[in-house]
């Protein structure tokens, strides 16, 4: 369960479709990078790209989490925001994704977790496993200082956790897989 979540659409008139025209927002959990939908409450100050307290308590903003959404029941603009949001959080929770870069390993006899990160392909993992058993990374500017072919770690990281939103991923590293329809 999330407990802050960042902003990425506010409708303040709600869906265009349903019954219920009640302020609304689109959310990105900040610890998961769970998608919600909440109901806002009617004194409530909301601004796109701001966190926002939405776990169990007293809530300021968010009077009912709806639920789970989809990457495809966003809206255009919060799809345009979430990339944004994203590196905000991969920023300030940097110290996890250093971690993870650390610790992965293999998936498979064929497939490793590094292997899954756009801009880390084949010769970029050689050379971080090399550079990582001398000593580990500290943070994203040793990352970039020692393996200066990887570009931008956090932007590698954004790709990833978008393409993760958006279900097109066979393996899910960072996020929650969707959910889909039993049939």
Known sequence: MEDYAWVVEYLPRGRA?????EPIVQLVGDQFFT?????????????????????????AEVDRIKGRIEYSELTTGAKDIVPIVVRKIIEGREEIFIKFINKAGPISMRVHQLDLIPGIGKKNMELILKEREKKPFENFADLKARAPTV????????HRIVSE?????????????PQRAQY
């Not at 570009?151 to 954004?158: E, R, S, W």
Request: proline letters at 6%; aromatic letters at 10%.
């Open 17 to 21: 479709v349903g019954s219920r025209q």
């Open 35 to 59: 998608l919600l939908e909440a109901t806002v409450k009617p004194d409530a100050n909301i601004t796109v790209g701001s966190r926002i307290f939405v776990g169990k308590g007293d809530r």
């Open 151 to 158: 570009g931008d770690p956090a932007a590698v990281f954004v």
């Open 165 to 177: 939103m958006e279900g097109k991923e066979r393996y899910y590293i960072f996020v929650k897989p």
